[in-house]
């Protein structure tokens, strides 16, 4: 069978890699690539590892059939592993689905107030909140790139960074429109309100990744402004960086010097760059951006949040779940709902590839 001459490749690969490491014969890049190459595979190698016994197993059940004095318990194995088999070939199927090469990056996300006025803005805040609380249960870093924020605590924007293994991988589905329906701090008479507030994920690009050349952009530098104290009233520190060919336009004065803004802006512009870069390929072979789960587009709805219900809904896998406060403080019940989306994308994925 050709999924079988797969698995077995997938074995003698692994165990090729896990000479060549025990040897100390590689260094360098070559160690760091085939080192991910077999973590990557120590991944999959106890569901092969059992795939095959099943297979061994089914076959010794049938061979224990033509043994009267066996045939009894030979029928009760050869029924078990029969259901189980199923079940290990949809995990195997799931695991060797084409990985994501952006899956294992840290991301930038940007959050937008939308329509809703000063509501709106206090939900990005909410939003902001709920993925740094995320970030930190997760053991991830955040760390802000750049924020416009309101003198109610919320946010016309922000742009942060959350660094760590796999971060993209649990993220990707956020980016969409994310609508509130709740009673505004504001509203006097006690009716409910709905707003939205945009939400961008971006895997952070590497050099490799993205090439920017010096004669497509123009960096400005100007006086920061808003919050910080007396120093963004002194230093032309902040940074506009434009990018000709795309149009896109960066700005950063989080930082307390010019060098560190430049650098942020330049990590934005990478990831936005690089975003670009992907959705053009993504449509081109009509994959993961038409997907149930959504294409990432940040026009798209994919969420509400009801307060007076306490329910969350995502619209795209018609998943409700009644724990909006343990989602909004980034907790267990988020995950529940981003695992059903992995779920719902590596189902269609399978369905695609039938």
């Not at 990432?296 to 619209?315: A, C, L, M, W």
């Not at 989602?327 to 269609?348: K, N, P, S």
Request: glycine share 6%; aromatic share 6%; hydrophobic share 40%.
């Amino acid at each position: 069978m050709v999924i079988d001459d797969k698995l077995k490749d997938i074995q003698r690969r692994a165990a090729e890699i896990g000479d060549k490491l025990n040897s100390g014969a590689v260094a360098g890049d070559e160690l760091t690539k085939l080192s991910k190459e077999y973590s990557e595979l120590s991944e999959i190698l106890p569901l092969v590892d059992e795939y095959f016994a099943i297979k061994r197993g089914i076959d010794d059940a049938n061979e224990m059939l033509h043994d009267d004095e066996l045939k009894a318990i030979a029928a009760e194995q050869l029924n078990d592993l029969n259901h189980k088999l199923p079940d290990v070939e949809k995990k195997l199927q799931i695991a060797l689905l084409p990985r994501d090469s952006a899956d294992d990056s840290s991301v930038i996300m940007e959050i937008r107030a939308g329509v809703g006025g000063e509501e709106s803005a206090l939900f990005a805040g909410d939003l902001y909140n709920q993925y740094k609380s995320y970030a930190m249960r997760h053991g991830w870093k955040t760390e802000v790139i750049e924020e416009n924020a309101t003198s109610l605590r919320g946010y016309k924007e922000i742009i942060f960074k959350i660094d760590g293994v796999g971060v993209y991988a649990r993220l990707k589905f956020e980016s969409g429109i994310h609508r509130v329906q709740r009673v505004p701090e504001t509203e006097a008479a006690g009716r409910i309100h709905t707003s939205a507030a945009s939400v961008a994920v971006m895997p952070q690009a590497k050099d490799i990744d993205v090439v920017i050349e010096d004669k497509d952009i123009r960096i400005d530098v100007f006086r920061a402004s808003g919050a910080g104290g007396q120093h963004v009233n002194k230093t032309d520190s902040a940074v506009r960086i434009t990018h000709f060919p795309t149009g896109i336009v960066v700005t950063c004065q989080n930082e307390r010097s010019q060098f560190q803004n430049k650098a942020a802006a330049m990590d934005v512009l990478r990831a936005k760059l690089y975003e670009k870069q992907r959705a053009e390929q993504e449509n081109a072979s009509n994959s993961a951006r038409k997907s149930m789960v959504g294409s990432g587009d940040r026009s798209e709805k994919i969420r509400t949040y009801n307060f007076p219900e306490q329910r969350v809904t995502d619209h795209r896998i018609k998943l409700t779940l009644y724990k909006l406060d343990d989602i909004l403080a980034g907790g267990v019940a988020l995950d529940e709902m981003i695992d059903a989306l992995i779920a719902a994308d590596q189902l269609e994925r399978l369905a695609n590839m039938e």
